[in-house]
């Protein structure tokens, strides 16, 4: 049985073929034009749906839409579709609320637009929830329960994995870990754990100290200094040393509180600064205990993410499979 998987984020959307399995057999992805807003990005949804997958305007996707598609291998039979969407939706009735990166999803009904285009079964939530979900049943998670998974890009996002299902909460909740604050003063994980917060303190770093590694690496990458941080550790800079240590502290007392609460079996670090790989993982998951009750020293094990960009795609995937009961 053939599923698609939409992930709709701020820079990239991506549309997949697969299975139950979490399997990927086809992929099309596309840059996102945030001056084009939502209908943009919905317009680029139905492009690939008519002339890649060759849904017809009555739905079926078997069906020659194009006489430039009738060379092309008919696609298998879709059952359903798993959209991850980057920002709030209402997962039982697949509206978006809100994207705070592009205008124009605000209220949208992405779940009766994809049904009006292809009659087919569509179901929505959060991209970090299926990222959540994804690498608990194909990824980095597989086998623990629960699983914690955090998102650490632009923003930070969070998901919970409990019995091999996403834990919503009552509406509107969900695992907003990024909106955690870290003290009483209102400051949260995602203003000191996000890629841009790393980004900043780069360039305040770099302008105090602008010779090293970290300040050559960081050279023209504005925006994106992140990036630097990886070749910068990998030559012992001390500096980076520091700026690893202090997002490390940070991004462990705000997972404290989610280990004080849910006690997951195992903690997933993805998204792009998951990329800084080892040295990261290594940081957090020794700052984590200094945090949490003795009683829970131990545990949970932090990993990095396993399924790399293929994880909200995979997770859709697995979302649908879940809910269609496969």
Known sequence: MSFLGIEIGGTKLQIVLGDEHGTIHQRFRRTVAKELGGAGIRAQIEAV???????????????AVLPSAAARPTPPEVAAIGVGFGGPVDWATGRIAKSHQIEGWSGFDIAGWLHDLTKLPVHVDNDANVAALGEAHHGAGRGANPVF??????????????????FHGAKPGESEIGHVRLDK?????EERCSG?????????AVALHPHGPLARHAGNLTPGEARALAPALAENDPLAQAILSEF????????????QLMHPERIVLGGGLSLVGEPLRDAVATALPRYVME?????????????????????CLAMVAQRMGK
Do not use: C, K
């Open 49 to 63: 749906l008519r002339e890649e997958l060759r849904f017809s305007e009555g739905g079926q996707n078997r069906a």
């Open 149 to 166: 998974y955090i998102t650490l890009g632009s923003g930070v996002g969070g998901g919970l994995v409990v019995d091999g299902r996403i």
């Open 185 to 189: 003063s209102g400051v949260i994980v």
């Open 196 to 204: 841009w917060a790393v980004d900043r303190r780069i360039r305040e």
């Open 248 to 259: 490390a502290d940070n991004l462990a007392f705000g997972l404290s509180h989610v280990v």
């Open 295 to 315: 009683v829970f020293h131990g545990g949970p094990t932090v990993v990095l993410a396993g399924l790399g960009e293929d994880m909200v795609p995979i997770g």
